[in-house]
């Protein structure tokens, strides 16, 4: 009859009823007279179950063989529920008896007798519920079955489907004190069958708790969080905080990834959650404390669960529904500090989980919309502006090539866990050639993983203010920048990082420390307190010892240093030296002296050599040795002496005004000799008026001019007016450069040219006066200008 094998369980769970009905009823109200005098007479032969019935106090020998039957069936549903649920479902108790048509059963008892039976078989359903081991739809099914058969058994209203009960939500009213101390629980385990146990008295409160107890088993088992009837009372009754939150955070992860649900899938998951932790209280006045609950998550606080609640619907991406229910109504069911933190936590979570560090895909693309999706929540709040910061940072890191580990790409969640984010631009600028050309973009996410709130390590002692951690992160960028360009051979890109950016950003009070050296007590075991900025010196110093070869990327450009490369590298070394002297703490300036003092030794001697290449070249080169040359004159001689040698260091390109300079000196040389040529010139017009005064006697006016002329052709030739005209046309050109007079505009070329007659005649009468002693040392001292080569 137990049905224990599982071969026949079927059929004998079709006639289990059948058995109780027919064999057990007629079999207990038979003639029990006997029986009982021969069970008195004989208790060694009293059957086990009977001793413990009877020892528990609970056996009345006229409802022995009943209790036995009792006994049985809530043992039966912890070994086969299903037996015990058909039992229940076709046997109405003792009073539903088949004696094969000769008298009703029910004859055998009288009305109090019936009572109590009736009592005692309510009872064993009730209990026969707690004991059903199985945490599945169709045990709970079951149960819902027996429940139902006790409310039509006891007369009470009938309870809806455990699908429709779970869509309601009815509340459950108040329970007696009684029912819900945590000395109940007990009873869930054992002594199902004792009087005391008030959870199975069949009365309005403990099926009052069985319908909540049950809807709250059929709610956790449907979200996959497996429960039974007595894992639910446990909860209820011990209200223990540690084991409520386990099941809602088992509850709750069925929720996870549903983003295919509408919002009234969403809106009837919060409800369910509300009225797991309270039965629906609410709606009742009169409730003792309303910040703890009396359901199986009595003792988690209710902002905790709808912080949750809320947290599901921003993993889903209902954010129009979330905004709807927790940001724009009037009463809102959460603060808004916890709101704001949920959704950061939201957003963290999306950003942790992401596997792109693109934003427009993946976690970082849902952390970036949840940052959006509540605007007057979250706005100005300074961990928002982070968030939004660490989603920039990501992206463009994202758009270069980057393995941490060995066939392990860069996830978004490194840069947050990562102690010093700053060395992964480091690892940046190793994996991706040239890339420290783009030094703005690394400045530029190095300022941004600052304001991220990522960790810049700081050396103690020093304040972690917002500002410090940014001109610690452009530090670092810079120097990672300078040493990869060194790395890669680009000496000049790392030259001009060096005397511009650390000259900008660098401070001599970030590497000295004045004021933490102020405070060192001197002691022995005293350890020096450590810079601050420990990377701008030592690039510096890097690139300062840089060695040019033949990988060493040429320049692209000299600008006004030396012409000769090896002096130019030398003086760009010498630059980041001197950068780093005033970046370097006090202990390392010897190193730094050091090196620079070799560079300058090593320039001092290229310059010498420079030098004596140049000298070896003019004596080479000079004009004398030249093919075509021409002759040394004593005017050319004085020239030359007079002439400052060229400046051996102006081998580089000169400016426009250097220029104009270096021809005014060379204009000088021509300009003397036109002087001299002035003088012979005037001394030639004087003899030629003496000679026409001579020869107008002789010869015609026609013969005259033409001596004239010729004697003018004889003392200025061709070549020398046009050399005039060169010389003259320069210095007018230049003549703002050697503050020469502005010339009248107002005066015409003709009474220029009178001016100059009336100069000429004037210097030709007075070349009349002149002592012939006089005549003849002018005579010696006369330059001829008729030998073709000597010109």
Same mark, same amino acid.
């Given at each position: 009859?137990?049905?224990?094998?599982?071969?026949?369980?079927?059929?004998?769970?079709?006639?289990?009823?059948?058995?109780?009905?027919?064999?057990?009823?007629?079999?207990?109200?038979?003639?029990?007279?006997?029986?009982?005098?021969?069970?008195?007479?004989?208790?060694?032969?009293?059957?086990?179950?009977?001793?413990?019935?009877?020892?528990?106090?609970?056996?009345?020998?006229?409802?022995?063989?009943?209790?036995?039957?009792?006994?049985?069936?809530?043992?039966?549903?912890?070994?086969?529920?299903?037996?015990?649920?058909?039992?229940?479902?076709?046997?109405?108790?003792?009073?539903?008896?088949?004696?094969?048509?000769?008298?009703?059963?029910?004859?055998?008892?009288?009305?109090?007798?019936?009572?109590?039976?009736?009592?005692?078989?309510?009872?064993?359903?009730?209990?026969?519920?707690?004991?059903?081991?199985?945490?599945?739809?169709?045990?709970?099914?079951?149960?819902?079955?027996?429940?139902?058969?006790?409310?039509?058994?006891?007369?009470?209203?009938?309870?809806?489907?455990?699908?429709?009960?779970?869509?309601?939500?009815?509340?459950?009213?108040?329970?007696?004190?009684?029912?819900?101390?945590?000395?109940?629980?007990?009873?869930?385990?054992?002594?199902?069958?004792?009087?005391?146990?008030?959870?199975?008295?069949?009365?309005?409160?403990?099926?009052?708790?069985?319908?909540?107890?049950?809807?709250?088993?059929?709610?956790?088992?449907?979200?996959?969080?497996?429960?039974?009837?007595?894992?639910?009372?446990?909860?209820?009754?011990?209200?223990?905080?540690?084991?409520?939150?386990?099941?809602?955070?088992?509850?709750?992860?069925?929720?996870?990834?549903?983003?295919?649900?509408?919002?009234?899938?969403?809106?009837?998951?919060?409800?369910?959650?509300?009225?797991?932790?309270?039965?629906?209280?609410?709606?009742?006045?009169?409730?003792?404390?309303?910040?703890?609950?009396?359901?199986?998550?009595?003792?988690?606080?209710?902002?905790?669960?709808?912080?949750?609640?809320?947290?599901?619907?921003?993993?889903?991406?209902?954010?129009?529904?979330?905004?709807?229910?927790?940001?724009?109504?009037?009463?809102?069911?959460?603060?808004?500090?916890?709101?704001?933190?949920?959704?950061?936590?939201?957003?963290?979570?999306?950003?942790?989980?992401?596997?792109?560090?693109?934003?427009?895909?993946?976690?970082?693309?849902?952390?970036?919309?949840?940052?959006?999706?509540?605007?007057?929540?979250?706005?100005?709040?300074?961990?928002?502006?982070?968030?939004?910061?660490?989603?920039?940072?990501?992206?463009?890191?994202?758009?270069?090539?980057?393995?941490?580990?060995?066939?392990?790409?860069?996830?978004?969640?490194?840069?947050?866990?990562?102690?010093?984010?700053?060395?992964?631009?480091?690892?940046?600028?190793?994996?991706?050639?040239?890339?420290?050309?783009?030094?703005?973009?690394?400045?530029?996410?190095?300022?941004?993983?600052?304001?991220?709130?990522?960790?810049?390590?700081?050396?103690?002692?020093?304040?972690?203010?917002?500002?410090?951690?940014?001109?610690?992160?452009?530090?670092?960028?810079?120097?990672?920048?300078?040493?990869?360009?060194?790395?890669?051979?680009?000496?000049?890109?790392?030259?001009?990082?060096?005397?511009?950016?650390?000259?900008?950003?660098?401070?001599?009070?970030?590497?000295?420390?004045?004021?933490?050296?102020?405070?060192?007590?001197?002691?022995?075991?005293?350890?020096?307190?450590?810079?601050?900025?420990?990377?701008?010196?030592? *690039?510096?110093?890097?690139?300062?010892?840089?060695? +040019?070869? &033949?990988? =060493?990327?040429?320049? #692209?450009? !000299?600008?006004?240093? $030396?012409?000769?490369?090896?002096?130019?590298?030398?003086?760009?070394?010498?630059?980041?030296?001197?950068?780093?002297?005033?970046?370097?703490?006090?202990?390392?300036?010897?190193?730094?002296?050091?090196?620079?003092?070799?560079?300058?030794?090593?320039?001092?001697?290229?310059?010498?050599?420079?030098?004596?290449?140049?000298?070896?070249?003019?004596?080479?080169?000079?004009?004398?040795?030249?093919?075509?040359?021409?002759?040394?004159?004593?005017?050319?001689?004085?020239?030359?002496?007079?002439?400052?040698?060229?400046?051996?260091?102006?081998? *580089?390109?000169?400016?426009?005004?250097?220029?104009? +300079?270096? &021809?005014? =000196?060379?204009?000088? #040389?021509? !300009?003397?000799?036109? $002087?001299?040529?002035?003088?012979?010139?005037?001394?030639?017009?004087?003899?030629?008026?003496?000679?026409?005064?001579?020869?107008?006697?002789?010869?015609?006016?026609?013969?005259?001019?033409?001596?004239?002329?010729?004697?003018?052709?004889?003392?200025?030739?061709?070549?020398?007016?046009?050399?005039?005209?060169?010389?003259?046309?320069?210095?007018?050109?230049?003549?703002?450069?050697?503050?020469?007079?502005?010339?009248?505009?107002?005066?015409?070329?003709?009474?220029?040219?009178?001016?100059?007659?009336?100069?000429?005649?004037?210097?030709?009468?007075?070349?009349?006066?002149?002592?012939?002693?006089?005549?003849?040392?002018?005579?010696?001292?006369?330059?001829?200008?008729?030998?073709?080569?000597?010109?």
């Amino acid at each position: 009859m137990t049905g224990k094998d599982s071969n026949t369980l079927g059929e004998e769970n079709q006639s289990i009823g059948r058995d109780l009905r027919g064999l057990t009823g007629p079999w207990l109200y038979g003639d029990n007279r006997w029986k009982r005098r021969k069970v008195q007479d004989n208790p060694s032969e009293q059957s086990q179950a009977a001793i413990s019935l009877e020892k528990a106090g609970i056996i009345n020998h006229k409802y022995a063989g009943w209790e036995l039957v009792f006994a049985w069936v809530t043992a039966e549903a912890g070994i086969s529920w299903t037996t015990a649920v058909k039992a229940i479902e076709q046997w109405d108790g003792p009073g539903d008896v088949d004696l094969g048509g000769f008298e009703d059963g029910t004859e055998w008892l009288d009305e109090d007798d019936q009572r109590h039976l009736e009592q005692r078989y309510a009872k064993a359903a009730l209990a026969t519920a707690y004991v059903i081991p199985e945490s599945s739809i169709e045990a709970l099914e079951g149960i819902h079955r027996i429940l139902s058969r006790i409310l039509t058994l006891l007369d009470m209203d009938k309870m809806p489907t455990l699908e429709a009960a779970a869509a309601i939500l009815t509340p459950i009213p108040t329970f007696e004190e009684s029912y819900l101390y945590r000395k109940n629980a007990k009873h869930l385990r054992n002594n199902h069958l004792e009087e005391k146990n008030t959870l199975t008295n069949p009365n309005k409160s403990s099926i009052n708790l069985l319908k909540a107890l049950l809807v709250s088993a059929y709610l956790l088992t449907r979200g996959g969080e497996g429960c039974t009837v007595k894992r639910a009372g446990e909860l209820a009754l011990l209200q223990d905080e540690r084991e409520q939150m386990m099941a809602f955070r088992g509850f709750i992860s069925s929720f996870g990834q549903r983003s295919g649900s509408d919002d009234r899938f969403w809106i009837k998951m919060r409800n369910e959650l509300l009225w797991l932790r309270d039965w629906g209280a609410e709606e009742f006045e009169g409730t003792i404390d309303p910040s703890l609950g009396r359901g199986v998550f009595g003792r988690i606080h209710k902002e905790f669960i709808e912080v949750e609640a809320f947290k599901l619907l921003l993993v889903n991406a209902r954010y129009t529904l979330a905004r709807s229910l927790y940001e724009t109504p009037a009463e809102k069911p959460i603060p808004e500090e916890y709101l704001q933190h949920a959704i950061f936590t939201a957003a963290e979570n999306a950003y942790d989980n992401a596997t792109n560090p693109n934003k427009s895909r993946g976690g970082v693309k849902k952390c970036d919309e949840i940052l959006n999706a509540f605007p007057n929540t979250i706005e100005g709040h300074p961990r928002a502006q982070e968030l939004r910061n660490l989603i920039q940072v990501t992206d463009e890191i994202g758009r270069y090539s980057l393995v941490l580990k060995q066939g392990q790409p860069f996830l978004p969640v490194n840069l947050r866990v990562n102690p010093d984010p700053l060395s992964i631009l480091n690892k940046i600028l190793k994996q991706n050639d040239k890339s420290y050309t783009q030094i703005n973009d690394f400045v530029l996410m190095a300022r941004e993983m600052a304001k991220a709130g990522l960790t810049i390590p700081i050396p103690d002692g020093y304040p972690t203010t917002p500002d410090l951690k940014l001109k610690i992160a452009e530090k670092r960028v810079i120097s990672m920048c300078i040493d990869m360009a060194l790395a890669e051979d680009d000496f000049e890109t790392a030259y001009s990082y060096v005397v511009t950016r650390l000259k900008a950003v660098g401070r001599q009070a970030h590497t000295r420390m004045p004021e933490l050296e102020r405070r060192n007590t001197g002691c022995i075991g005293q350890r020096p307190p450590r810079p601050i900025d420990d990377w701008s010196w030592r *690039a510096a110093l890097q690139a300062g010892k840089y060695r +040019k070869n &033949s990988q =060493t990327t040429r320049a #692209t450009h !000299l600008g006004n240093t $030396s012409g000769n490369p090896e002096i130019r590298h030398l003086q760009q070394r010498m630059d980041c030296l001197a950068q780093a002297l005033r970046l370097a703490p006090r202990d390392t300036l010897q190193e730094v002296l050091n090196a620079y003092r070799r560079c300058e030794e090593e320039l001092e001697t290229m310059i010498k050599e420079e030098a004596e290449q140049e000298e070896a070249w003019d004596e080479k080169a000079d004009d004398k040795n030249m093919p075509g040359g021409y002759a040394a004159t004593p005017a050319r001689k004085h020239s030359n002496a007079r002439t400052p040698r060229r400046n051996k260091n102006e081998e *580089a390109p000169v400016s426009f005004f250097d220029l104009s +300079k270096e &021809s005014i =000196t060379r204009a000088q #040389t021509g !300009l003397s000799a036109l $002087s001299m040529f002035r003088v012979k010139s005037q001394r030639a017009e004087t003899m030629s008026e003496k000679h026409d005064v001579t020869m107008q006697a002789e010869v015609p006016g026609p013969a005259a001019d033409l001596t004239r002329s010729s004697s003018g052709r004889t003392s200025l030739r061709k070549r020398d007016q046009l050399r005039n005209a060169a010389v003259g046309t320069l210095a007018g050109g230049i003549g703002w450069l050697i503050n020469a007079p502005p010339v009248n505009a107002n005066v015409t070329s003709s009474e220029r040219g009178s001016l100059h007659s009336r100069n000429s005649s004037g210097s030709t009468s007075r070349s009349h006066e002149v002592p012939a002693v006089e005549e003849n040392r002018q005579e010696d001292e006369e330059i001829t200008w008729d030998d073709e080569d000597a010109w």
